[in-house]
């Protein structure tokens, strides 16, 4: 069992370390330069070239590329001693616990793994991560959850009455707005229809996050911002969960357990509760987990169409700015997630069943 979660975890960093390299190169090729985006309107030749040595920069490709990943490593090797090198251990990035010295300037420390600052705040990406995260995990658990519920049951009443008006309306209805329509474009009909156009009778915002600011009262939870994003986000994962519960239990139905219990005669409740709904959400937990984690990327569009203040949103900002450390770190905490999700369900499948241990 050992030897399975640790080549589970193996894999999971050759994954993590490819996504890194894709997003160093891929983001370094793009036009911009960082020295002047963070100068502005003072931008001249010396200071220019400062900012470049302090980036790295001026380096070639392959050198900044293993700063990079010495930067990202949470163990790492660093020069103490010449401030002027590359390598510096500057106590101004970040804090470090000091392991063993190699040579005679160099220095072994461990530390948490450093995404950069931004070029227009001049913070850290890791504040701004952890600033923003937070209100897109909410959203994207409320997402799950409202998918989920609903998902399953209508998934179970579709199975039930299989070829019915409601299974073929069920089926069209998740088809064409579920998977069909894009997220943005929900967003905008969902803003515009609940939040505007009938904003007098269900009392919904547009547009708002999870906390408002009042001058007088400060900072306040307001949970009916939530509703709208999250069934906007919710809506694509809810048409797959609908779908996979329908033929999953529509195959377990078919089962001889199943006929044995039907003719002991048990009730189509007892049936479905009892036996055979446990057994069809295997695949539908499955899924469920991938999507968490690709709800939590994929709720960049809908945070900027309701303003919620997130992750997505910080990355939107980003972009139109062209700062670029800020949708960096974001898209690794992004693959981050969505790895180590991936491997908590492997490993879940490992203890349960033997036979994918073997494989």
């Keep these: 069992m050992l030897k399975f979660i640790f080549g589970k975890i193996f894999y999971g960093i050759i994954v993590l370390l490819g996504v890194v390299t894709a997003i160093f190169f891929l983001f370094n090729v793009l036009p911009g330069d960082p020295a002047t985006i963070m100068l502005g309107q003072r931008a001249n030749k010396d200071a220019v070239e400062a900012i470049h040595r302090d980036l790295g920069t001026d380096k070639p490709i392959f050198t900044q590329y293993i700063h990079y990943l010495n930067d990202l490593s949470p163990v790492s090797v660093h020069n103490h001693a010449d401030k002027q090198n590359l390598w510096y251990l500057n106590p101004e990035k970040y804090d470090w616990t000091p392991l063993f010295t190699v040579g005679k300037k160099k220095v072994c420390v461990l530390k948490l793994p450093y995404l950069r600052r931004s070029y227009i705040t001049k913070r850290n990406v890791s504040e701004i991560i952890l600033d923003t995260l937070p209100e897109t995990a909410v959203l994207a658990f409320s997402a799950i959850i409202i998918a989920s519920c609903i998902g399953i049951f209508l998934g179970i009443i579709a199975a039930i009455k299989k070829n019915s008006a409601f299974d073929r309306i069920t089926f069209v209805l998740a088809t064409v707005f579920g998977m069909s329509a894009p997220s943005y474009l929900v967003g905008l009909i969902m803003a515009w229809l609940f939040g505007y156009v009938l904003a007098e009778y269900t009392g919904l915002s547009a547009v708002g996050s999870l906390y408002d600011y009042d001058e007088w009262e400060g900072q306040k939870l307001n949970l009916k911002n939530l509703i709208l994003p999250a069934i906007t986000l919710g809506v694509r994962p809810l048409s797959i969960v609908i779908q996979l519960t329908r033929s999953s239990l529509l195959d377990v139905l078919s089962q001889d357990y199943i006929r044995t219990a039907k003719a002991k005669g048990l009730t189509l409740y007892k049936i479905i509760t009892k036996h055979a709904l ?57 693959a981050t997630i969505f790895v180590f999700i991936n491997i908590l369900v492997d490993i879940a499948y490992g203890i349960l069943d033997p036979r994918v241990r073997k494989k």
């Design 278 to 334: 446990k057994n069809a959400l295997n695949p539908v937990v499955t899924a469920i987990s991938g999507w968490f984690a690709g709800l939590m990327a994929g709720a960049v569009f809908v945070e900027k169409v309701f303003n919620w203040k997130g992750i997505g949103y910080e990355v939107v900002e980003a972009l139109s700015k062209n700062d670029l450390p800020v949708v960096m770190g974001a898209t690794l905490i992004f």
